[in-house]
């Protein structure tokens, strides 16, 4: 059974930035119906039993038609939002530091050529989706619950959740203001770590 994850902060954690009412609400109510629904497709289907998330989401080319959109929504739904929340930090570092620091000012000229790229992407997503940090640097978005994985890429290192419900609540329409927020609470620590993983 797939379990909602622990988070390493309090539901308060962001201050303003992101309010502990939607914290609480993405968190307990949104990432727990993907993990429900996740659960009761698996239930339904013993074929899938006794894989991890990243396994399912990998392959949905094997799995039959009538499962795929399932697996890709419900799991990709619980992947996601497994790394969006390590992606938070209240002690987030600002910018990155280090080697990561390096790569991104080579591939984009400067720390903040590189805030502009990921927000144009983040704002271009078109409804629902998210905005991610390849291990390579390259910045890639995903439509709905789709995520790099299922799209043959690497995990990423970084990731935007830009569905209305991560900041209708406390921004409205305005979904700029909220990834001007995000950029205070990108959790670069973890960032620079899976960057140097990546990297061996
Ligand atoms: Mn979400």
Redesign the pocket.
Known sequence: MFKLPELDYSYDAFGTYISKHVMEL?HSK??QTYVDKLNATVEANPQLAGKSVEELISHLDALPEALRGLVKNFGG?HY??TL?WKFLSPESGHEPSGELADGLKDKYGSYQNFVDEFTKQSLGVFGSGWAWLQPELSIVTTPNQETPINNGLAEPILGL?V?E??YYLDYTYNRADYVKAWWEVANWHEAAERYGKAKG
């Open positions: 993405h949104h990432h739904g996601n939002h969006f959740d569905w419900h991560a």
